[in-house]
């Protein structure tokens, strides 16, 4: 299919009509690499011989330019030509010798034999063309032989006023001279169409070849602007689309398209392809100059190459059309080739003082040092790029160290590199350790690098080792600054809690010396964070917190900015900690600083978790989980597997979290402040699953744990309620109250709107029937204000019970309508999972005239009745629930103390103890219930 070629195709038949009427047309066809020429020149040799026209075709080739007379053999042996025809050809082709130069030479004057040869062959062609008009059609003439172009030149000469068309196709090539063979045979042609690359409509109508017309509209545009409306590329666009993914909306690039660039490239000359991979390597820092001298060519050479690039839409000026033609350039180039091309460019880069990051990125690209100014490069571009491009600066660093002999600077190298590795990887700093902690032990490192290594010994749980490098330090640095005292004692504490039971009283000074210092510096109250959170102070809290994240992900640590975060949120300042969480992960994002982005998807997941958004949760915390391999995470591991746990565990996704719970963790993590978090986690989910012992063994070790190390704060583990949960399961509502009680008593620093709420919650499960609806309330009061629908479901799902319970069954339906749909809001079913068992209380009521006399079915309660004829008519438990509004624990409670009173032991017992209330008109489902409860006769 030849596109957008009508006006083309229209002049060679005009010459072809001429042809036709006895006058000889030359007509030259010209336009960059693979532009439709060949296209263009197939389509009109159809039409010339489907007129009756002899065609006579053939293609010259770079390797066969050397083949004397090979493209004259290709024409005769092109068409089915009579026996005696071929053998005169045969003879005229052997008897002409080779001209003996280079075809692109200016030729010797030929020989009479030469001469012969030449007359002989176009006389077979003019006596061809009296039976018909021929048409003799060359592709590619810059690499015919010289042999067929003398015949060619000859056959010009005399073809005037005889039936005979020579059509030829070349390669623009602008600026550069034709040789002077070619340049004599294509010297003023008859009809010189020369053609240009497709348009946007071209690429449109192209693409229908191989797609349906409505996404070749769609794709149009994108096609044009990759293939810069070169068919053959194009073309290929339109198979990798077809082939890769058919639903794409913007063009897909795969093995086709890289294929044919390559092609273009490597069918004229080496050249192009080393043109070509200098403009890859450059990119934006290309010039003719530079590129000349990286290659060691002409700029005349050059620019001549870039003429023609363009031509074909491969380039755009003095750049590659995009990043991909650049990349599959690149990846075509032996790996020597392309280092030397990379360091060639960095010391042109350096010696012009153009881009010392770009002369840095060759160098990684090349791995190669080869000067001492590539290593003055490195650590220049690395300490940019820290901001913006961590992952960056770890490559040079790296290889500045690979290639730096001196010891002292190596040290300095690698604690620079342990640095920056924090925020990409901290697993990358682990082999440059060992001798870190050498220099440290001997005194050679400042504060600033020590931190660093003294960091990675926290986050893998061994403190011992972080103790022992802190008191070498003291000793040998002298004290910190503020802020550096700040950073680390906020490090210290967010995976160690408090520090005054952990470090000897040596070092214990070292990470407190501001609690003594005036409080006019920033840093120093950024110091107190925590204490000032454990005690409830929420004023301080939040001004220490907005100091560290208001320029956070460039300077601070990633654990004192969560640590800033979660204070906010703990500290009910809910808005402030979204807005931050929302800041502070895109700023992370975009200066790709990969473990930053782990702890705040951790953070996002558990605000996620704390406003009952189970979805956004279990998708933030699976994100950051997967950020960084398990021995980047440590002890910090245990951070992302109890959110995705408590999330799984209210979702009703108990295997699920199971498997989570199977994952190996470090032992040391139990020591830390993420032990008491991982084992809440844990906990909550043996109560879902019934194992109510070993919930409790979880919760009380998180309990230890938080009373010896100091970290006794509600607002991060509260152990108190979760025991208390744990000991109502087990009918020992005293002890369970005490607990609650002493959680709800620490005032400000109990955790926050939500622990007070679901601490309520709690305390009314183990209270008097005539105090929990005041207490539901309050718990629901604050649980709306801290914007938490999970627990706030929960806690209605309870006082819709209690209303049930309490006979008030109008409230009773309204209240539990919107636990369940709260519940649903955040997928979970509260209604069906109860944590709490509230234990029920109800007033005996006298019996009256209408009732069966006393004992057996007479002994139930009203409830008990309920749930006993729906399960004797065939409902589930967790149906009979939804339909009276009250938990499925509470089902089976009922059911439990319906067989102990009826002495039955199945369900199906119950069906004929029902039938007597039937029989006096006993009305089990009263109609305010709006049960759809059938009235059944009994069988018999």
């Not at 030397?340 to 791995?367: F, Q, S, T």
């Not at 009745?865 to 008519?873: G, H």
Request: glycine fraction near 8%; charged fraction near 25%.
């Amino acid at each position: 299919m030849v596109v957008e070629r009508r006006e083309e195709q229209g002049l060679l038949r005009a010459a072809f009509a001429d042809c036709v009427a006895g006058k000889g047309r030359l007509v030259l066809i010209s336009g960059g690499m693979a532009c439709g020429k060949t296209a263009l020149l197939h389509s009109f040799g159809e039409h010339a011989a489907g007129r009756g026209a002899l065609l006579l075709s053939a293609s010259g080739a770079r390797d066969e330019r050397e083949l004397r007379m090979g493209v004259m053999w290709q024409l005769f042996r092109s068409a089915a030509l009579a026996p005696e025809v071929l053998q005169r050809v045969h003879r005229l082709v052997d008897a002409a010798p080779s001209p003996g130069d280079d075809h692109d030479a200016e030729p010797a004057p030929m020989r009479p034999v030469d001469a012969r040869a030449v007359h002989g062959l176009c006389a077979v062609l003019l006596d061809l063309a009296k039976d018909r008009p021929v048409v003799l059609a060359i592709d590619d003439l810059q690499f015919v032989d010289a042999a067929t172009l003398q015949v060619l030149l000859y056959m010009r000469r005399r073809m005037r006023t005889e039936r005979v068309m020579l059509l030829l196709t070349e390669w623009y090539r602008p600026s550069m001279a034709r040789p002077f063979l070619r340049a004599e045979v294509t010297r003023q042609p008859d009809q010189r169409i020369s053609l240009d690359l497709l348009s946007e409509n071209g690429v449109r109508e192209l693409a229908t070849e191989g797609l349906d017309a409505g996404r070749a509209a769609r794709l149009a545009a994108g096609l044009h602007e990759t293939s810069g409306g070169n068919p053959a590329l194009a073309r290929a666009l339109v198979e990798d689309c077809d082939r890769l993914d058919p639903q794409a909306r913007r063009p897909v690039i795969g093995g086709a398209f890289r294929q044919t660039v390559l092609d273009c490239l490597h069918r004229w000359d080496s050249s192009f392809l080393r043109v070509a991979g200098g403009l890859a390597v450059l990119g934006a820092h290309v010039g003719t100059e530079l590129l000349a001298e990286l290659l060691r060519l002409r700029p005349q050479q050059v620019n001549q190459v870039l003429d023609v690039l363009s031509a074909a839409g491969i380039a755009d000026g003095q750049r590659l059309r995009n990043d991909e033609i650049a990349a599959t350039v690149l990846g075509s180039l032996p790996p020597d080739e392309a280092a030397a091309l990379h360091v060639g460019a960095a010391e042109l880069l350096d010696k012009y003082g153009i881009d010392p990051a770009a002369a840095a990125a060759h160098l990684v690209a090349a791995d190669a040092v080869p000067g001492p100014w590539a290593v003055r490069a490195l650590r220049h571009a690395a300490a940019q790029a820290v901001a913006d491009d961590p992952a960056f600066a770890v490559k040079c660093l790296e290889l500045a160290i690979k290639t730096t002999g001196d010891e002292a600077d190596r040290a300095t190298l690698r604690a620079a590199l342990v640095r920056v590795a924090w925020r990409v990887n901290p697993s990358i700093a682990v082999r440059h350790l060992a001798p870190l902690h050498e220099a440290l032990d001997a005194g050679r490192l400042g504060w600033r690098d020590a931190v660093a290594v003294i960091r990675h010994s926290l986050w893998q749980g061994d403190l011992d080792a972080a103790i022992t490098r802190l008191s070498a330090m003291a000793a040998s640095a002298g004290p910190l600054d503020a802020r550096t005292t700040a950073e680390l004692r906020l490090t210290c504490e967010w995976v160690y809690g408090s520090l005054r039971e952990r470090l000897p009283d040596d070092v214990y000074p070292l990470l407190t010396s501001t609690d003594r210092a005036p409080s006019a510096n920033p840093w120093v109250q950024t110091a107190r964070l925590n204490a000032a959170w454990s005690r409830g102070a929420g004023r301080e809290v939040v001004n220490c917190a907005e100091h560290i994240l208001q320029g956070c992900v460039g300077d601070v640590p990633a654990e004192v900015g969560m640590t800033a975060l979660l204070a906010l949120e703990h500290t009910d300042r809910q808005e402030r900690a979204l807005y931050w969480s929302g800041a502070l992960a895109e700023e992370a994002e975009g200066r790709q600083a990969t473990t930053w982005q782990a702890l705040l998807g951790c953070v996002c997941a558990d605000l996620a978790y704390r406003r009952g958004d189970l979805v956004t949760a279990h998708a933030r915390a699976t994100a950051a989980l997967a950020m960084l391999p398990t021995q980047s995470w440590g002890v910090l591991i245990g951070y992302p597997l109890s959110i995705l746990v408590l999330v799984d565990t209210a979702m009703g996704k108990l295997d699920e979290a199971a498997k989570l719970l199977d994952r190996p963790v470090p032992e040391a993590m139990f020591d830390t402040a993420f032990g008491p978090r991982y084992l809440h986690a844990r906990g909550h989910h043996n109560l879902a699953a019934g194992r109510t012992l070993a919930a409790l063994e979880d919760f009380e070790r998180s309990a230890a744990w938080a009373r010896t190390h100091g970290l006794d704060v509600p607002a991060t583990v509260p152990w108190r309620g979760d025991i208390a949960q744990t000991l109502l399961r087990l009918g020992r509502q005293k002890e369970a109250k005490v607990l609650v009680t002493a959680q709800l008593a620490k005032g400000e620093a109990s955790g926050g709107l939500r622990n007070r709420g679901t601490a309520m919650r709690v305390l009314a499960a183990c209270s008097e029937p005539k105090e929990r609806v005041g207490l539901l309330r309050d718990s629901a009061h604050h649980l709306e204000r801290c914007g938490d629908r999970l627990e706030l479901a929960k806690t209605l799902a309870d006082l819709g019970q209690v209303h049930q319970e309490l006979g008030q069954l109008a409230s009773a339906r309204l209240v539990l309508r919107k636990a369940e749909q709260l519940g649903k809001a955040c997928q979970a079913d509260v209604l069906a999972v109860e944590e709490i068992r509230i234990p029920v209380h109800r007033v005996p009521r006298e019996a009256t005239p209408d009732e069966p006399p006393s004992g057996g079915i007479a002994a139930l309660s009203e409830a008990e009745r309920k749930v006993a004829e729906l399960a004797a008519y065939g409902y589930a438990n967790r149906e009979i629930g939804r339909k009276l509004y009250i938990t499925v624990s509470t089902v089976e409670q009922h059911l439990t103390r319906v067989y102990k009173k009826l002495n039955v032991m199945r369900r199906t017992d119950l069906l004929s103890e029902l039938s007597r209330y039937d029989a006096v008109g006993v009305d089990l489902v009263p109609d305010d219930t709006h049960m759809a409860v059938s009235r059944r006769s009994t069988p018999g």
